[in-house]
Nanobody, 125 residues
Framework: QVQLVESGGGLVQAGGSLRLSCAAS????????MGWFRQAPGRAREFVAA????????YYADSVKGRFTISWDNAKNTLYLQMNSLKPEDTAVYYC??????????????????WGQGTQVTVSS
């Protein structure tokens, strides 16, 4: 049974940093695409970043490029999202997701078949 469990969210001031973690279990994820999405109040869920560890590929939304870094620790089966220079508009619930079928990074949430419960990130101005 695949499980994705996020942690690391919280309240931070603008300009600060947070690191989100997603503990993954239930299958071998090294060839899968692992991603982060977020959903702000009243808005649709949007793509943030994704990684396919075995291919050494990462991809970021323009809104976070240069500020966020996605990584995967294969020994720990854990996905990370290092978030720096946070802005109030980064406030959202952040979700970890796994796409177990694609061999390239896809940004649409429909491609992702497993999801975590989400962790709240709030950035105060």
């Amino acid at each position: 049974q695949v499980q994705l469990v996020e942690s690391g969210g919280g309240l931070v001031q603008a300009g600060g940093s947070l690191r989100l973690s997603c503990a993954a279990s239930g299958r071998t994820f090294s060839s899968d695409v692992m991603g982060w999405f977020r959903q702000a109040p009243g808005r649709a869920r949007e793509f943030v970043a994704a990684i396919r560890w075995s291919g050494g590929r990462t991809y970021y939304a323009d809104s976070v490029k240069g500020r966020f870094t996605i990584s995967w620790d294969n020994a720990k089966n854990t996905l990370y999202l290092q978030m720096n220079s946070l802005k109030p508009e980064d406030t959202a619930v952040y979700y970890c997701a796994a796409d177990t079928h694609s061999r390239f990074i896809v940004v649409t949430e429909l491609a992702y078949d497993y999801w975590g419960q989400g962790t709240q990130v709030t950035v105060s101005s």
